[in-house]
């Protein structure tokens, strides 16, 4: 799951840097899809949550895991419209390629390796 969610959140950058670097709606396009990769990392984060932690403390951090989601989706959609307004649309892909960077490069030095067995 660790490295799944890693390169999910590199698509999802990836993903960002194609839309931020369109001029046409195809591109732009194209550009959401790849970041619709994204979706995956709500439920592979409450996987990894149930995976590495002790099961007295699985429905605390599955709850703080979803709060944090849908507290953050609510900012974001303020803070879109301020990048919008304030700098141009391209910049809210960057914005959200540079978050997904620092995100993939966080659980990669951090979250330890799972061996079973």
Do not use: M, N
Not at 35 to 58: D, F, T, Y
Request: include cysteine; aromatic fraction near 6%; proline fraction near 4%.
């Amino acid at each position: 799951r660790k490295r799944l969610l890693v390169i999910v959140s590199f698509l999802a950058a990836f993903g960002s840097i194609v839309s931020a670097l369109s001029v046409s709606l195809p591109l732009i396009t194209t550009g959401r899809a790849i970041q619709g990769v994204s979706a995956a990392i709500l439920p592979l984060c409450i996987g990894l949550a149930k995976e590495r932690l002790p099961s007295e403390q699985v429905p605390f951090c599955i709850g703080l895991i979803v709060g944090t989601a849908a507290v953050g989706s609510g900012l974001a959609l303020l803070a879109g419209g301020l990048i919008v307004d304030y700098v141009g649309w391209h910049a809210i892909f960057w914005c959200t390629a540079t978050v997904a960077i620092i995100a993939a490069s966080i659980v990669a030095a951090i979250l330890p390796s799972f061996r079973s067995g």
